[in-house]
Every structure is written in C-alpha cells, then in structure tokens.
C-alpha cells in the first residue's frame, strides 16, 4: 500500500510539473517552453515575443518599402524653395516699392499684383507638390499591388500620372521665365550695388546719375529724380534698400533654381511611376494567361512575380 501510494504521488508530481522533470530542450528560438521551470518569468522567455519582435521589423520593412524616396525627395525640395522663394520675393518686392516711392518718387502699381500672384503661384506649388508625392505613395511598393489591381484602377492611375507630367512640365517653362526674370533683377541691383561702393560715390560724394537709363523711368519722370544726389537720399538707396534687396534676391534666385530641380524629379518619377503600373497591368494579364493555362501550377508559380 506505501509503494503504491509513492508511485501515484510521483506520476502526479509528473503530471503536475512536466517542466521540472523533463530534460532541456532546445528550439528554433532557444530554450523551448518545456525546459523552463516553474520558478520562470514565462513572459520574458516565450518564444511569441521573439516573433512579434521579427514581425515588427517585418512591418517596417513593409513600411519602408512602401515610401517614394524620389517624390519626397523632390517633394522637400519643393517646398523648400516655395517657402524660401514666397518669403525673399515678398520682402525684396517691399524694398523695391519703397525704394522707388522715397528716393525717386514714383509709384508702379503692378508690382503688388506681381508680389501676389508668387505668394498664389508658391501656395499652388506647394499643394501640387503634395498631391504628386500622394500619387507616388499609391505607385509604389506593394501598395501599387493592392491600389491598382483592378483595370479601371489601373487606367485612372496612368492617366492621374499623365496628367501631373503635363501639369509639371507647364510649370517648369514658367519656372525658367521666373528664373530668367530673377536673374535679370539680381544682376541689376548688383550693378546698383557697385555704384553704390565706387569711388566716385564714396569719397567725392557725387550723385548717382540715372539718366542714360531714362528708358527704364515712366515717360513723365522728371530729371531731377533721376539723380541721386543728397546725402540722406544715397543712404536710403544703398544701405537701407539696395543692399538689402540684393541679398533677398540673391536667395530668390537661388529658391527659383531649387524649384526647378524639384521639378524635374517630379517628372522622372512621374514617367518612372507611369511605367511601373503600365508593366504592373502586363504582369496581371500574363498572370491570367497562366492561369487559364496551367490553373493547378498557378498557385506555385505566382510567386516568382
């Protein structure tokens, strides 16, 4: 009766605590759940966190592959050089209109209108800029697979992209007159800018005689205002306008080249993106003819696209 009493108590000993007496065993992942005893943090050892660990960084990998590195690229130097474009224009727009109100008394009321078509045109480029780097987030990756898996999804894809090529390309012909247009404007106030540190001006004191331009002035300006004579007058026109309006400029000119370069990346990644769901529609259909083909060698076969 005591023999068979300490057999029982052990089999349920062995029941009870498996983990205790049974051997280390060892597993993909490790020390498998078995082999941890009972006195164990089971949280910290199973082997389910080490999967949700790797499936995370699957689904970042996921993630990562699923982003257009060029459009964004492009879509940062875009508006970027908006932003830096808006503000310099608006501020050397200001300086100029002051400069020609003060010091030679005239006023040109096209120049607001001026300053406020590049605030609309920068806020046009900037939303542009945005929608094309959403049209590459649909045409890249394995969201492409899931978006246009459809024909008519696939056809709207193409021509969304044809669409915003023929837009960018407009843009980047007017993009290169506004750069041209900057340009011209920075090589001017940088010729006033030599005027103002020559010489002549510095230490004679003479005027700044304009009038061999008289061509550029509106035809009732008188000759008087063409000359920049007082002192008062040469300090508003060299440091507090001229000087200040160059620089601004200068980061005008530089924002407007940025753009342009943004530009083109659009358009590379646009044709690239055009290209990639015109072959994804060719890759379907030659999945189908397989399919219809060979149906049972389809479902091994699928893989390798």
Known sequence: MGRSRRASSVEEVEMVEPSVTAPLRRSRYGLSHESIGRFSEHSLH???????YRSCGARCDDCLTRIPYATLIATIMCVSGVG?????????????????????????????PVEMLFVI??????????MILFV????????????????TARVSGRISCAVFLGITYILQLVWLLIFCFLLIVTVTFTMFWALCSSHRV???HQCIDFTQFDFIFPHNTRVEDMKVCEAHEIK????DYVEKAEVMFIFSTIAGFIVILSLIHYMMSLAA??????????????????????????TSSKDRF
């Open 121 to 130: 045109l920068g806020g046009c480029m900037a939303a542009l800029g945005l």
């Open 46 to 52: 199973r082997p389910y966190r080490i999967q949700d």
């Open 202 to 204: 510095q230490e004679e």
């Open 84 to 112: 830096i474009f808006c503000g310099t224009m608006h501020r050397g727009v200001t300086l100029t209109t002051l400069m020609l109100d003060e010091v030679f008394h005239m006023r040109l009321g096209w120049l607001e």
């Open 273 to 298: 993106n055009y290209a990639h769901i015109r072959d994804h529609e060719k890759l379907q259909e030659l999945q189908e003819l397989q399919y219809l083909s060979d149906p049972d060698g389809f």
């Open 136 to 151: 590459g987030f649909l045409a890249t990756g394995a969201t492409r697979h899931k978006v246009y898996r459809a024909w």
């Open 236 to 239: 508003l026109f060299c440091k």
